[in-house]
């Protein structure tokens, strides 16, 4: 979305070099573009606010040259990206987890597979000090979304394919 002030055009000049130039802008001051992809939404205002108008307009290439001509941008408004849910999260969250599981095999050689699948969830209650920051439970990893893109997340990836690694490799000889 941009906000763009029309630019004002001469009506009347004195002289070869004009000494007297007198410049007025009609009807609109200042428009407010919207771009939706296809068509433009156009609000035009006056130069104390007041709104006079708002139009649908096809997207042209005419159109555009006689914005960017006739017009100065003013400001242009961010957009605004789009929110996460819980379960683009997780996702990335089993993204994650993958890349650093083939990495670690890759490394060390190693066939680690990960038997859990992993979840994000909002305010995780903590159930006891082994497991910082995840919950476990038969078929799934539960990890709070206040990880998300932090370094922490990283961490807690790396410690759960090792603890994992470390059981499956180990337990079986102890117990023999």
């Given amino acids: 979305m941009e906000i ?13 070099l004009p000494s ?6 009609k ?23 007041e709104l006079l108008s708002g139009q649908n307009i096809e997207k042209t290439a005419k159109l ?8 100065v941008k003013e400001h242009t ?8 849910t819980i ?8 993204e994650q987890f993958k890349k650093a599981q083939q990495n670690l095999n890759d490394t060390f050689g190693l066939n680690i597979k990960y038997p859990l699948s992993i979840a994000a ?5 903590k159930v006891n000090k082994r497991e910082l920051c995840v919950q476990r439970n038969k078929i799934l990893l539960k990890i709070d979304v206040k990880y998300w893109k932090t370094r922490i997340f990283e961490v807690i990836i790396h410690r759960e394919l090792i603890y994992y690694f470390l059981l ?8 023999k």
């Fill in 168 to 175: 499956s490799s180990y337990l079986p000889i102890i117990y």
């Fill in 87 to 94: 379960g683009d999260i997780s996702a990335h969250y089993q």
């Fill in 27 to 49: 009807g609109a001051k200042y428009l407010v573009v919207a771009d939706y992809k296809e068509s433009f939404r156009v609000y035009s205002f006056t130069s104390t606010g």
């Fill in 121 to 125: 969830i909002k305010n995780l209650n």
């Fill in 77 to 84: 408004l961010p957009k605004e990206p789009p929110k996460l």
């Fill in 20 to 25: 007297l130039s007198i410049k007025q802008v």
């Fill in 4 to 16: 763009l002030r029309v630019k004002s055009k001469t009506v009347l000049t004195r002289g070869v």
């Fill in 64 to 71: 555009l040259t006689i914005l960017k001509k006739g017009t």
